[in-house]
């Protein structure tokens, strides 16, 4: 027996030995009058691995609860006992199974002897030096078996002192009488003592060695009743510790392990621990997650988008361009430079092509030679800006193409033009239209023709032929030459005109005229045929018509009049009418040879010599002072009385070197320097009045201009 209950007082090996602790007064306590007695109840375990249960709590459990109370306050203060609670069961068992005999345990003298005298402590009791090294009070359970390696923690190798040694220094539990360090050895295998102590604790030796002298069962039994609660005050200090530092503690290892204490998951624990997030913060990271999820559909649609650009960008080829052809006087032109923006997305991505064809203006071989030269946009809703200047770097023209089609070159010479055609997204009605500019330069030569045209190409005797020529550049005045007498080129609506008289004894057939305008000269044929002229015989001179004022006898102040310039053409508006509003007769005609004393073969052939041709008409109104009026429109250059066979005389200018004189008047009404009307009031007439109408000086025969059967006057 003595055996057993020393082979329940192993000391570890490895425990070190604690400091000495400096006695607190303790109070008087009823228990100390009881020596403490042999603990019977720590007797090795049973063969079947069960421990024996104490016997019922002694009357002393109140005072076992004074010291739990005590106990309990030391909790907070034994950071480093947690460390050496949690050694192995592995490293604990072999220190287990060492015999009783070989590991002596040394007395404790520092504890103090009790004050009671009737029950004296035992001298043999070592055990508070090994009361000390254990963590905690431990309690006697059945032998454990070492769990598998892989469980075992690392032992602590740090040279710390246990767990016991500052709890006892701390609370007063560790002050208790050595009847309580006794009994912290002995503690039977409760139910509610093997709940909450771990295992560790439970392997841990008691270290007390009892005496056979002080087993008495009185003594055991109120000794297993406060080392119970004291037992139950440290499993709770224990759990407590456990629980706060957050460990779980090793399970038991015998074969019928003692109720379980309650576990506490690790994870749970973390997530328990971990703070639960805020409102906002919630918010933050949801907004975030979103944020990324936006972020990475926006660059999935960009990637896509992209990919999309760039084939759409690689489909807008040249092909895409616009083709605009630009025709210049019936010349096309080449374009010198171009940029044009293809669209690729709509109006907000265009691919641009662009390249400057020829640095120089293009030269074009033809001149020109019409004033008005066409230029030809195809397609023609462009908006197009012309600029052309001349060889002095002077601009002549700008505007659009539409403009330039009413405008006369001023002169020859050479100009550079420049065309620059715009297809905005203005005038596009599509927006996602070919948008840009072509630009052509081109240099060309004026060098108009003027037009020169001959009227009457066929004239009779006595009539008016006309030759017409257009606008020149140069603004001068063309010439002609030729057999026949002219006034010249005089200012017409659309260039120049030129009447020629035609004599009344012109040498018939074709006659070259020359024309030379802008430096062209051009000839031209005029086929004048024969006119149809009467004549008269007479016996003596008294019979010749009187008056008769034949080509060479105007008087000078006539003569001079006919050498003056002409002005403007003033018959064009209303033309020519006889000068008389009644009927008149005619005794001489123009053209009309009168003869005196020829023979019947003579006058048979009208074939003689010695007779007079009329240039002029002799008129016998119906009645005597008759009223005349003005035949065409014109500026009055004399109106006087020449006196003799002349009398008033009156000389009007109709323009084109072109005028009428009237000789033999009674009365004027009109004056030198008039401007008159066709069908004004001219004057009166005498019995007979000498009409005459020179172009120039050269008489022509007026019955055909005032009846309108001179086709050359009608041109003007």
Same mark, same amino acid.
């Given at each position: ?71 309990? $306050? ?308 462009? &908006? $197009? ?60 030569? /004026? ?15 006595? &009539? ?56 062209? $000269? ?5 086929? /004048? ?75 048979? $052939? ?111």
């Amino acid at each position: 027996m003595e055996e057993d209950k020393k082979s329940t007082a192993v000391q570890p090996e490895e425990a070190p030995k604690p400091k000495p602790r400096r006695r607190k007064a303790a109070s008087p306590q009823p228990a100390a009058d009881t020596p403490p007695a042999p603990t019977d109840s720590a007797a090795p375990p049973a063969a079947d691995g069960q421990t024996t249960k104490k016997p019922a709590a002694s009357p002393k459990k109140p005072r076992a609860k004074k010291n739990t109370k005590t106990t309990k $306050t030391a909790k907070p203060k034994t950071p480093k006992a947690a460390k050496t609670a949690k050694k192995s069961p592995a490293d604990e068992t072999p220190e287990r199974k060492a015999p009783a005999q070989e590991s002596p345990v040394p007395a404790a003298p520092e504890l103090a002897e009790p004050k009671s005298e009737s029950k004296p402590e035992p001298p043999e009791i070592p055990a508070r030096e090994d009361a000390a090294a254990p963590t905690v009070p431990d309690v006697p359970s059945t032998p454990e078996l070492p769990e598998p390696a892989e469980r075992a923690e690392p032992a602590v190798t740090e040279p710390e002192p246990t767990a016991d040694a500052p709890a006892a220094d701390d609370t007063p539990a560790a002050e208790a009488p050595p009847e309580a360090a006794a009994a912290d050895t002995a503690v039977t295998d409760t139910p509610e003592q093997t709940g909450d102590v771990p295992a560790e604790d439970a392997a841990e030796p008691s270290g007390l060695v009892f005496s056979d002298d002080l087993a008495n069962d009185k003594a055991l039994a109120a000794e297993a009743a406060r080392m119970a609660n004291i037992s139950r005050t440290a499993q709770l200090s224990i759990a407590q510790i456990m629980a706060g530092l957050e460990e779980n503690p090793a399970p038991s290892a015998g074969p019928a392990p003692a109720p379980e204490a309650p576990q506490h998951d690790s994870a749970g624990d973390d997530e328990d621990d971990e703070p639960q997030d805020t409102i906002p913060q919630a918010l933050g990271r949801g907004v975030f997650g979103m944020f990324k999820w936006l972020l990475l559909v926006v660059l999935f649609v960009l990637i896509i988008a992209g990919g999309g650009v760039a084939w759409l960008y690689r489909s807008a080829t040249p092909d895409m361009l616009p083709e605009v052809k630009v025709t210049f006087d019936g010349q096309e032109l080449a374009p010198t430079a171009y940029k044009w923006h293809v669209p690729v997305v709509g109006s907000f991505f265009r691919r641009t092509y662009a390249e400057t064809l020829n640095s120089s203006p293009v030269v074009l071989e033809d001149a020109i030679s019409d004033a008005s030269p066409d230029i030809i946009v195809t397609p023609s809703d462009y &908006s $197009t800006q012309l600029t052309i200047t001349d060889a002095d770097k002077e601009t002549v023209y700008e505007g659009s193409v539409t403009a330039f089609r009413s405008y006369l070159f001023a002169e020859n010479g050479t100009f550079d033009a420049k065309l620059v055609v715009t297809a905005s997204d203005s005038a596009a009605e599509d927006r996602s239209s070919v948008t840009g500019t072509e630009t052509w330069q081109f240099r060309f030569t /004026v060098s108009i023709k003027p037009s020169i045209t001959l009227c009457t190409p066929t004239v009779q005797q006595g &009539s008016v032929a006309a030759v017409r020529v257009g606008s020149t550049m140069s603004r001068t005045e063309p010439t002609l030459t030729g057999p026949l007498e002219s006034t010249g080129f005089v200012r017409a609506a659309n260039g120049w005109i030129c009447y020629l008289p035609i004599p009344w004894n012109a040498e018939t057939g074709n006659t070259e005229l020359t024309v030379t305008a802008d430096g062209y $000269t051009e000839t031209l044929t005029l086929s /004048v045929r024969a006119a149809s002229y009467s004549y008269k015989d007479y016996s003596a001179k008294s019979q010749l018509t009187s008056p008769y004022i034949g080509a060479d006898d105007a008087p000078d102040a006539v003569l001079r009049l006919l050498t003056t310039d002409g002005g403007e053409i003033q018959w064009a508006v209303g033309g020519f009418v006889q000068p008389f509003l009644d009927s008149f007769d005619t005794p001489l005609l123009y053209g009309m040879t009168e003869y005196v004393g020829r023979s019947y073969s003579e006058r048979s $052939t009208n074939y003689g010599y010695g007779g007079r041709t009329s240039t002029n008409v002799v008129i016998k109104p119906k009645k005597s002072k008759d009223s005349m009026i003005v035949p065409a429109s014109g500026h009055v250059l004399l109106a006087e009385d020449l006196g003799g066979s002349y009398g008033y005389t009156v000389v009007i200018d109709h323009g084109a070197g072109l005028r009428s004189i009237f000789y033999g008047l009674t009365a004027l009404d009109v004056e030198a320097g008039d401007d008159v009307k066709q069908g004004q009031l001219l004057g009166t007439s005498g019995r007979t009045v000498v009409a005459e109408l020179r172009i120039g000086t050269v008489p022509i025969n007026p019955l055909l201009v005032w009846r309108g059967q001179c086709d050359g006057l009608k041109y003007y």
